[in-house]
């Protein structure tokens, strides 16, 4: 099963985006997911996560105070809420799950987001 992001596009700085990560038949409430997200010519890296037991939220320092991750268990999504963003953020968002051992998979095709200074 593969998770989807969407909700990508092209900001200015300082402008706002909200991601979706959704899975069709797959109950996201049982999994922790992380966002990631990949620059052109480097590595991919991990952004935010979400705990499955306790909702505990996790972002990297980078993002810290300007991205918000959470769920809707309701809709089986969950959100990445990313705010004041810079053209450091510009790069392809990516959502997967964790399974118990902290192993992600599920990986999808990701959503482009571009901020132009």
């Known amino acids: 099963v593969q998770l989807q992001a969407s909700g990508g596009g092209l900001v200015q700085a300082g402008g706002s985006l909200r991601l979706s990560c959704s899975a069709s038949?797959?109950?996201?409430?049982?999994?922790?997911v992380g966002w990631f997200r990949q620059a052109p010519g480097k590595e991919r890296e991990g952004v935010s996560c979400i705990s499955s037991s306790d909702g505990s939220t996790h972002y990297a320092d980078s993002v810290k105070g300007r991205f918000t991750i959470s769920r809707d268990n309701h809709k089986n999504t969950v959100y990445l809420q990313m705010d004041l963003l810079e053209p450091g953020d510009t790069g392809v968002y990516y959502c997967a799950g964790a399974d118990a051992a902290g192993s992600y998979s599920g990986w999808g095709q990701g959503t482009q987001v571009t901020v132009s200074s």
């Open positions: 038949g797959l109950p996201l409430n049982n999994y922790a």
